[in-house]
């Protein structure tokens, strides 16, 4: 395997995996909310932490890889950001009440899209070199 084909093979990945989480991202909080069935089998505290550690992992991996590429540190932020309110959504169990879960889950998942459209946005930027080189020193 030659290292363009690596290369290409890891973008398309990434790009997978984004659009995946993307559609994760804005239909789970509509899915727990709607589905009284779906919502009690993701109540489960082993089925929540591993969806959020995959969502997590992906979204690195996703982020990390735009970042190699366009060096902008705002999606890292963003994402970053994301990520700790789902933390804290995590962290602070289901004690405080169904409004202040579906909050912390739904303003992490914003962050992250917004991290996310951004990554696009900048790679996009980057597909002519000199669009790149002009708006940001490297």
């Given at each position: 395997m030659n290292l363009t084909s690596f290369s290409f093979k890891?973008?398309?990945?990434?790009?997978?995996?984004s659009?995946?989480?993307?559609?994760?991202?804005?239909?789970t909080p509509f899915l727990l909310v709607a589905?009284?069935?779906?919502?009690?089998?993701?109540?489960?505290?082993?089925?929540?932490?591993?969806?959020?550690?995959?969502?997590?992992?992906c979204g690195v991996l996703i982020i990390f890889t735009g970042y190699?590429?366009?060096?902008?540190?705002?999606?890292?932020?963003?994402?970053?950001?994301?990520?700790?309110?789902?933390?804290?959504h995590a962290l602070l169990g289901h004690d405080h009440g169904v409004m202040s879960d579906l909050f912390l889950l739904s303003?992490?998942?914003?962050?992250?899209?917004?991290?996310y459209y951004f990554n696009h946005r900048f790679l996009n930027c980057c597909h002519s070199?000199?669009?790149c080189d002009n708006t940001h020193p490297h």
């Open positions: 890891k973008g398309y990945l990434a790009y997978i995996l659009i995946t989480c993307l559609f994760h991202c804005i239909l589905s009284p069935l779906m919502g009690h089998f993701f109540e489960s505290l082993w089925i929540e932490l591993s969806v959020l550690s995959f969502s997590m992992l190699c590429k366009h060096k902008r540190i705002h999606t890292c932020c963003l994402f970053a950001l994301g990520t700790f309110f789902w933390i804290l303003l992490g998942s914003c962050f992250v899209i917004a991290s070199e000199s669009a």
